[in-house]
């Protein structure tokens, strides 16, 4: 049923600030499935992410795994840490075609783009420079191949070989007036993929 | 310290009812990051998370084994599917974002995000980790509570009044907790290198070019500036993993937390994550005082009033409660307003930026700006 209309005294500003009114009570078995939902999940969060591997807590996880990669719960807080990288470093892909011809197809480089493009572009550097690039991370090497592969094919010419090269150059300490120095740039073939004519569709 | 104690000390940090406002406020931030974080992957969508990308689904299914919340993996594999989660999250996202059907938005924004995340994880970034995460403990707070159409909508159904009612934090503990883990964990990890200790961490970090956003002035790039911002950063992480929680320190804690994620954004080029970090700090910010910064906030904008005559009570209600600029005129001869629909609009006016009324507060809501 509707309320009888009536007008409210005008509100101040002053008045945002005023206690809640009411607390919404929750029931006893509302209480005890939010502390068992609330113990659960700070044991698994933090079991999960504290950095230490000893056999309780190895243990602790195995037992928790499966919740935790399902829902997407797993977490570890590492930023730089123990010790930030020291590499600067990208990938590139060397592309043979057909003819013969070869050429250099590089991931975006952040360094090389503008304010905007590197903020959009960022996950390249998180892809290639942190994952890809890893012989652990070898499973991503063939489909980065064709993917490349298709990106550089032309009407006129495909690629027939991609060849993913890592490149490297170390910061070193600094000198003893703080100076910066960095170690000559490197690189290095790490993978070979010959292109399948099912690659390009 | 006994047993009881324990108890009620739980009991009164995580069930003990507060104001919904904090935890609202999070949810509008977390909406408008996950909207932000999107347009950034939409020119790219097709190749990190398509079928032709550069990481398919079975690649990633063989690298990151097990069960996996991905609704990738029951959708078929083309582009048009890949596309329609795009769109699916924008929606989601923007009802979480306004509040409208707030549980069910959020536990959609939730399994998309994590979606993505789990379709490739190798492009995921602390940051993005902690939105998942936050995000799950999202569906369970009472998000939509305040700040929210659905708030507004129960006004107008007679379910609420006016004020916001108090409601069981839990799921904003955990929140919480989640953000001082991220803090404490970098901090004890941070701990065990020696670059962190003997303070050249940030000389090597801000070395690295592939991080590097904006120019930073050379005084800064020394090694001695850079040993004090490696041993600051160590005791910030510290205090926002530990101290935070004691009141006198928090704002202080919270202010520094601030500039350290100001100054990251300025100088690395790792987007969203400073602003997901700091979106987490309005959990910790009382709602009183958030109410006081907000009226304070209003004085300064000094917004142009808007006069309404509601014919109901619950219409006066649900402009009162509204009415977050504080621009709300009740008064006689102003236009009418009783529907639905005539309410919604009056709404809506309230949040426009320009109409309202002349300083004898009588003019017309529907009046253009011209009567400024």
Known sequence: MRKKPQRPAEPRAEETTQPHAVAAPLSRRARIAATIFVAFHLFAVITWAVPLDTPLIVQCREAIKGYMLWTGLFQKWDMFAPDPSKLNNYVSANVVYRDGRTAEWTFPRMENLGYVDKYFKERYRKYASDNLRLDTRAALWPDAARYIARAVATPSDAPVEIDLVRHWSEVLPPGPHGEDSSSPWTEFTFYRYSVQPGDLR | ?372
Not at chain 2, 165 to 174: D, G, M, N, T
Not at chain 2, 225 to 230: C, D
Request: hydrophobic share 55%; glycine share 6%.
């Open chain 2, 1 to 372: 310290m006994s047993l009881k104690s324990i108890a009620r000390a739980w009991n009164e940090f995580f069930l003990e009812p507060i104001s919904p406002v904090p935890i609202a406020l999070f949810r509008i931030l977390y909406a408008g990051i996950v909207l932000l974080d999107i347009a950034l992957l939409r020119p790219d969508w097709l190749i990190w998370f398509g079928p032709r990308g550069l990481i398919t689904l079975p690649t990633m299914e063989q690298m990151e084994t097990g069960a996996r919340l991905d609704v990738f993996r029951f959708l078929p594999q083309t582009e048009f599917w890949t596309n329609a989660v795009f769109w699916m999250l924008l929606v989601s996202a923007l009802f979480l974002l306004v509040g409208l059907y707030t549980r069910a938005a959020s536990i959609a924004t939730f399994i998309l995000v994590a979606s993505l995340h789990q379709r490739n994880l190798y492009i995921v970034h602390s940051g993005d980790t902690m939105l998942r995460v936050t995000g799950f403990f999202l569906m369970f707070a009472p998000a939509g509570a305040a700040l929210s159409l659905d708030r507004l909508r129960n006004i107008w159904r007679g379910r609420e009044g006016v004020t916001p009612v108090l409601r069981a934090p839990w799921a904003q503990r955990i929140i919480q907790v989640e953000m001082c883990l991220l803090y404490f964990m970098t901090f004890w990890s941070k701990s065990m290198g020696a670059s962190w200790v003997n303070g050249t961490a940030v000389y090597y970090v801000e070395r690295l070019e592939q991080f590097r956003r904006f120019p930073m002035p050379d005084f800064l790039r020394s090694l001695p500036m850079a040993k004090l911002e490696t041993w600051f950063t160590l005791a910030v992480e510290f205090s926002l993993g530990t101290l935070v929680w004691i009141k006198e320190l928090r704002y202080w804690i919270l202010l520094a937390g601030l500039l350290l994620h100001l100054g990251l954004e300025y100088s690395m080029n790792v987007p969203m994550f400073q602003w997901i970090a700091l979106a987490l700090y309005v959990t910790f910010i009382d709602a009183a005082d958030l109410a006081r910064a907000w009226s304070w906030v209003r004085r300064a904008v000094n917004a142009r009033p808007v006069a309404f005559a509601p014919a109901s009570a619950r219409a006066a209600e649900v402009l009162q409660a509204a009415d977050v600029f504080g621009r709300l005129r009740l008064a006689d001869g102003a236009p009418t307003v009783e529907s639905a629909a005539s309410v919604a609009k009056a709404v809506l006016r309230l949040w426009m930026p320009s109409g309202g009324v002349d300083s004898r507060g009588m003019m017309s809501a529907a009046a253009p700006s011209r009567s400024r």
